[in-house]
């Protein structure tokens, strides 16, 4: 009978835990959106020295960004789609390199929170 009660409790504990996690992960996720959405729009709008300035500052490590390809658009999943720190997410790009050559290009990224704050390309 104890060792019933026990199990109960541990399973009432986990339980209560996981409901927790669940409002903190949304709140991750639209972060992580917000921060992928203010990178890509410093790119888009040439004011990437704007990212250093945000509160925390933002690093986006992008190798057609750092190639001098100009962002013109994106496109973002659905606004419903979950963002989380650390999972791939698609992206489409439009992009033009320094010649003027214009591409669409599906990309991944992934967004960090903790410790430093960044939108990296895990595609590359």
Same mark, same amino acid.
């Given at each position: 009978?104890?060792?019933?009660?026990?199990?109960?409790?541990?399973?009432?504990?986990?339980?209560?835990?996981?409901?927790?996690?669940?409002?903190?992960?949304?709140?991750?996720?639209?972060?992580?959106?917000?921060?992928?959405?203010?990178?890509?729009?410093?790119?888009?709008?040439?004011?990437?020295?704007? *990212? $250093?300035?945000?509160?925390?500052?933002? +690093?986006?490590?992008?190798?057609?960004?750092?190639? &001098?390809?100009?962002? %013109?658009?994106?496109?973002?999943?659905?606004?419903?789609?979950?963002?989380?720190?650390?999972?791939?997410?698609?992206?489409?790009?439009? *992009? $033009?390199?320094?010649?003027?050559?214009? +591409?669409?290009?599906?990309?991944?990224?992934?967004? &960090?929170?903790?410790? %430093?704050?960044?939108?990296?390309?895990?595609?590359?």
């Amino acid at each position: 009978m104890r060792c019933s009660v026990m199990v109960i409790c541990l399973l009432t504990v986990t339980m209560v835990g996981c409901g927790r996690g669940s409002g903190k992960s949304d709140v991750d996720s639209e972060r992580a959106r917000e921060v992928l959405i203010t990178a890509l729009d410093a790119w888009k709008s040439n004011q990437l020295q704007s *990212l $250093a300035s945000q509160s925390p500052p933002i +690093r986006l490590l992008d190798d057609d960004c750092v190639a &001098g390809c100009q962002l %013109i658009q994106y496109e973002l999943p659905k606004p419903g789609f979950s963002i989380l720190p650390f999972h791939d997410v698609q992206v489409v790009l439009e *992009l $033009a390199d320094p010649q003027g050559r214009k +591409r669409r290009k599906p990309v991944t990224y992934q967004v &960090g929170l903790v410790p %430093i704050v960044t939108v990296q390309r895990s595609d590359n």
